[in-house]
């Protein structure tokens, strides 16, 4: 393929080498950036890459009255990479896989990649110079301007959209409010302030951790590490959030209930349950397990029994935003004239399991379900860089064990478990919303 950079850098040495958890080879660099590295056979002859470390835009969004800090992440990569465009770039590359982009959310810097092994310099080059010779094209710019302005419109035309908003709103206002006082607007939005925030969000690479996992070859990393991410500069120190980002948590029970145009007579059906606990590997196991137990319990008594629902789904949360709180939520579809007495039976089934306690059948199908499911996700390359972005991230408020995973679950027994179900349900802590249909005005 055609080259992305004319003058390659000076490589730096890495200074620092060391064996780490889970069968990593850790290399630390001179610029206070880390490489962490784990071979596995699950994807032959690719590998992910996978850099994170805490900053994002919170603490700044917070202090700043200016959109542009709002919608900084989904308009930094306007242009391409030294002289070429992105589509340039793309040209270059075919017949290749190697990609490097950087990203950042509220509360982390990422650069997210991957690539097969032969193109492995070409994903380097990729991260160098997304750090130091970054390409902005003002045409670039205003087609992701009106990108995002028509997902916008189409988000406002979905009365499912509606949906998140409520629930942030209820659940995060401090972050709705946010939202709401940086809402898109198109003419506020400058590419002179979005390239000065770039510059200082990614000015380098210190406290990045970059997990490489897959079909790797060290010996042919070390030289190519070497060069391009050694060789970048240190950069600013990234702000930090504080813990608790948002203070509000959720008090007693609240009914949230409203109406929107659609073609189908349906109703959406949120529940929010949530408990104030440490995540922890006990607690958020015993989370996963309720989940597996109630879903057939509820399967059978709304949808086979009353034959009145549809995508029940059950699913168990770490919320990020309040540190020491995990979350149930369960959601289904129905019609309207239904959805407040289906929930009520809902209820009525939660209340009845912690009251009378769990089934040895139910209980054993669940913690086979999730060992199973543990098994095929240690074969695969996203579950090992998710967990070791976790572990060496001093901020990371959930980090998995592996090796302690088979121990944890077999240390939750029936009684823990309707114990934990009760004190969730104890504090009365309960967000109802249903999304109702209501004609359509066509004329």
Known sequence: MGQLMKKKPKPRSIVKE??????????????????????????????????????GM???????????????????????????????????????IASATPNIDFLNDYIE?????????????????????????????IANKDKIFYEQEAKRENPQESVGDSMQRLLQPELYELKWKNRFNYYALKLSKIKKLYKKAFSGVRDFNFVFVGDIDTA??????????????????????????CKYTLQGEHKFHYSRPMKQNIALVVNHIPIQ????????????????????????????????????????????FHYGELVLQIAYWTAPKNAEGLNQMVRTELDKLAKEGIIEREFRTALYQLVEEHKTELKTNEYWYDILSRYYSPDSYYKERPELYAST???????????????????????????????LQLF
Not at 38 to 52: H, L, V
Not at 233 to 239: D, M, S, V
Not at 417 to 422: H, I
């Open 409 to 439: 679950l077999r240390s939750i027994t029936k009684e823990s478990l309707q114990q934990f179900l009760k004190q969730m349900l104890a504090p009365k802590n309960f967000l109802e919303l249903i999304l109702s249909s209501k004609p």
């Open 220 to 245: 042919k990393l070390r030289p190519l590490v070497e060069r391009y991410i050694a060789s970048l500069p240190k950069g600013h120190k990234r702000p930090t959030n504080a813990e608790n980002l």
């Open 113 to 141: 990649g991957g690539c097969l092994s032969d193109d492995l310099e070409l994903m380097l080059q990729k991260v160098y110079l997304q750090i130091k010779d970054k390409r902005w094209s003002k045409e670039d710019f």
């Open 18 to 55: 060391e064996k780490g958890a889970y069968g990593t080879t850790i290399w630390t660099l001179k610029n206070q950036a880390k490489v962490i590295i784990k071979q596995t056979p699950f994807n032959d002859g690719f590998m992910t890459m996978f850099a994170r470390r805490q900053g």
């Open 58 to 96: 919170l603490s700044q969004l917070i202090k700043a009255k200016d959109p542009n800090y709002y919608w900084f992440g989904d308009l930094m990569n306007s242009g391409g990479l030294a002289d070429y465009t992105n589509a340039q770039v793309e040209k270059l590359q075919v017949g290749h």
């Open 277 to 320: 606990v440490e995540a922890n590997m006990y607690n958020v196991q015993s989370l996963n397990l309720l989940a597996k137990i109630i879903y057939p319990r509820l399967f059978q008594k709304i949808r086979e029994e009353e034959s009145k629902v549809y995508g029940l789904g059950v699913t168990p949360q770490i919320e990020p």
